[in-house]
């Protein structure tokens, strides 16, 4: 690959199992799993599954191994108690590498930052939904803003919100602890979307970086980046992981 990781950007590389050159591929993937990832890839009933969790973890080994002289096999990661991967261990000299994976039908997401807590939401748009979905999980002010908007751009905007407030509780490595009506997102036109608390929840907007990106036709994203100084650039790259 031609991509260049930098430590002053966050890096998403998106990819495709449905792609032939990611399914002639597909026995070199299967030969990163750990012993414990093959057996959670034998639990999954259909190879869409399967394939969604073995090139996720292709990805994730192959891009973590572009920051650092460790070879894609020889990354191991750790399930922590919200479900999220994170690394089991950091080789010496390897920098403080945060990467959060995602997948939807049809897509597999990967970010990786360096030193700051990072987070990657990705859906396919044409997703069946069920009609109190945003009443459920949004607040009151997003829930007032998409009701405002005209019907077919409801559903766009819906999955805007959805992935925005999905990639915050991942990058903060809470999941659904995280109330997701407590937090509120704002959109406009002519900027990057921010964030806003309740009271009970502690956090600082000002600490949030958010971004959205339309990686297929069909897929809607968002990233989120905390704050430690100036915004970083993001790159989006759609990529076929080499394995030798």
């Not at 991967?85 to 920098?95: I, T, W």
């Not at 997401?109 to 069920?130: F, M, P, Q």
Request: with cysteine; charged share 30%; net charge negative.
């Amino acid at each position: 690959m031609t991509i260049e990781a930098r430590s002053d950007g966050v890096l998403v590389w998106t990819a495709a199992p449905d792609r032939p050159e990611i399914i002639d591929r597909f026995d070199r993937y299967r030969s990163l799993l750990t012993e414990d990832e093959a057996r959670r890839a034998e639990r999954f009933v259909h190879f869409k599954d399967i394939a969604l969790f073995v090139v996720g973890r292709a990805l994730a080994k192959t891009m973590l191994s572009t920051y650092a002289r460790v070879r894609p096999h020889d990354w191991c990661f750790e399930i922590d108690h919200h479900g999220r991967p994170n690394l089991a261990d950091r080789p010496a000299g390897v920098p403080d590498l945060r990467f959060n994976l995602t997948h939807t039908a049809g897509l597999v997401a990967c970010a990786v930052a360096v030193g700051r807590e990072v987070g990657v939401d990705v859906e396919r748009i044409d997703r069946r939904l069920v009609h109190d979905v945003a009443e459920r999980y949004f607040s009151a002010r997003e829930v007032a803003d998409l009701r405002e908007l005209p019907l077919d751009e409801q559903e766009v905007v819906f999955f805007d919100y959805w992935t925005l407030k999905e990639s915050y509780i991942k990058a903060r490595g809470l999941g659904l602890a995280l109330p997701l009506g407590q937090f509120t997102f704002h959109r406009a036109p002519d900027r990057a979307p921010s964030i806003s608390f309740a009271p009970e929840l502690r956090d600082d907007p000002a600490s949030w970086q958010f971004a959205q990106f339309w990686p297929t036709a069909e897929h809607r994203m968002a990233v989120a980046v905390r704050r430690t100084g100036r915004d970083l650039p993001i790159v989006v790259e759609s990529v076929i992981p080499e394995v030798d």
